[in-house]
Structure formats: C-alpha cells, structure tokens
C-alpha cells in the first residue's frame, strides 16, 4: 500500500520545509510513503527547499493556474506514481501532520473512498466571530447541495482512494475544496469525515483578499457545481419565480374582470402572460441540461476508464 502526500505551493520557501518535517515517515498499514509538492509558478526557493529536503516528485507549472487548477495535476501526478492512497495538506503547516493516521483509516478500513479533516473550527484562535459563522454556513450550504454530512467542507486536509481519485474532475478555477464535495456527493463515492487538529498560524490565506470576495466565490462555486449534477431541479426552482409571479398579475387581472373593472389592467395580463413564458423557457433550458448532464456522466465514465487503463498502464512496478 503506497501513500503519497502531496503539498500545493506558491512561494512558499519560508513555511515548507516546516511543514514538511512534520510529516509521517511510516504508518501502520502503509508500506510505502512518498511526497509530492505541486509548485504553482513560484518566484522564490520553494522547488529548492523541497527537493533539498528530500520530496520524491515535483510537479511544476510556469506561471500560478491557482488551487483548482494546482490540485488535479497533483492526483495526477500521484496517480502516476502508483499512489493507492492521496492525502492533500498545506504548505504552511495549517493541519496538525500526526492526523494523517486518523485521516487515512477509513479508506484503509474499506469504509470510505474521500475522507475530509474536520477542523476544530470554533476553537481556532486566529479565525475571526464572522469567518467562523461564515464557514458553518458555507459547509451547510455545501452538505444540502451534496446531500452529505460533512462538517467542515472548505478543508484542504484530506485523503482519497485511488479509485476516488480517478473520478474527480474539478472544473472551476478557483478552489477544489466545495466541488469536490458536491461531485462525491451526486457521483455516490463513499465520503467521510475526520476531526482533526490545526497549528498555529504561520501567515494569512492567499486564497481570498477579503472575507465577503471569498463568500461570493465560494457560493458561484457550489451553484455551478449544483447545476452542473442537478440541472433540472436546479433550474425548476428557478422557473418558479417567474411562473408564480405571472400567476399573481394574471389572478389579478381575473380578479379585475370578474368585478367588471379590467379595462385599465390589462397590463397585468400582458406582464403575467410574458413571465409564464419566461418560466417556461427557463424549464426548458433545465430539460435540455438535464440531457447534457446524462451524456457528461457517459463522459466521466469514458474518463474514467481511460484514466485507469493509462495510469495502470504507467504504473510503477514493485
């Protein structure tokens, strides 16, 4: 059974080497570990510092493609190295390293496929009152769009199965953390969580600039990723609004014509008829992406398939 942790850089000479000595040597169930750091067009020492600490792989972009972007090509890069098991952690040591153990049991157990670190989030120090209930909100938001339990769904602390790996496909630029949930959710990959422990921090999230920036990403993340699994639900709660607000004017303008005083109010038939067919274009375009996201899950499947014949293909032998 071979582990691979793989880090997520962007200039991040300062706080690696920290965070890389802080991770596990060996692990019951384990045979073998290895490190993968994934460096996001960094202009400073961080390629340096891993590979003189002894990192195994490192996979390089030229410019920064951001998190998302930065996380598939790391379980690619894990995947081709013969990694049976991913764990996904920071580089400035935000995650306490002797989790790994806890983190990786349930998919060593057989009982999960995802496993996600839950963060002692109300106990953390440097998060302020409004990150806090913003971070509750976001996971439950997150746990309805998924239809899962997951406490803590903006946690980079994670592990995958290679299986559970072969199946992600995250196609938003931003963060990896919430579509990922959202697509183990609908796609039924057994996911699971974890409480794990943090350290202190060590400098302050590049992920946003401002709390509300974060929010309104984070929220245009979790709605694609509804629609993209959910389109006809999705797009059905959107067609209500106008189909009940036309069934309002035009009960007005019904209203107006049973008391014999319509003859000014036929603005409201004319508004109520434009927004009944407004909800019905709109329900429309849910039944056409409905039809979409059938031929997207042959896709992924296809996907799938082909990934694991060439990663097996490519597979280190032991």
């Not at 036309?246 to 003859?263: A, D, E, Q, W």
Request: glycine letters at 6%; aromatic letters at 10%; charged letters at 20%.
């Amino acid at each position: 059974m071979k582990l691979i942790i793989q880090i997520p850089c962007y200039n991040e000479e300062e706080t690696l080497e920290i965070a890389l000595n802080d991770l596990p040597r060996q692990l019951e169930g384990i045979d073998e570990i290895e490190y993968l750091i994934i460096n996001d067009g960094s202009h400073d020492r961080t390629v340096e510092v891993a590979r003189k600490w002894g990192v195994h792989h490192v996979v390089n972009f030229n410019q920064n493609r951001g998190l998302a972007k930065g996380f598939m090509a790391g379980l690619d890069g894990c995947l081709r190295n013969g990694a049976d098991i991913i764990v996904n952690t920071d580089a400035d040591n935000q995650y306490c390293a002797q989790d790994i153990a806890a983190l990786i049991a349930p998919i060593l157990e057989g009982r999960a496929d995802m496993v996600i670190g839950e963060r002692p989030i109300d106990q953390t120090e440097h998060f302020s009152y409004l990150k806090k209930k913003l971070q509750h909100f976001g996971s439950w938001v997150v746990r309805k769009a998924s239809n899962t339990d997951i406490p803590d769904a903006p946690s980079g602390f994670r592990a995958l199965s290679r299986e559970a790996a072969m199946h992600i496909n995250v196609v938003n630029d931003y963060t990896y953390t919430l579509e990922t949930i959202v697509q183990a959710g609908r796609q039924r990959i057994p996911i699971t969580s974890v409480p794990v422990r943090t350290n202190e921090e060590l400098r302050p999230s590049r992920l946003f600039s401002s709390i509300w920036g974060y929010v309104k990403r984070s929220m245009l993340t979790i709605i694609r990723a509804y629609a993209m699994y959910k389109p006809l639900k999705c797009f059905t709660y959107i067609a209500c609004i106008p189909t009940l607000i036309g069934l309002g004017y035009i009960f007005r303008f019904l209203l107006y014509y049973l008391m014999g005083t319509s003859g000014g109010h036929v603005q409201s038939l004319i508004l109520g008829c434009t927004l009944l067919i407004m909800g019905f274009l709109t329900f429309m375009i849910g039944i056409v992406s409905d039809v979409i996201a059938a031929n997207r899950k042959i896709l992924e499947d296809t996907q799938y398939h082909a990934r694991k014949l060439e990663y097996e293909i490519n597979r280190p032998k032991k």
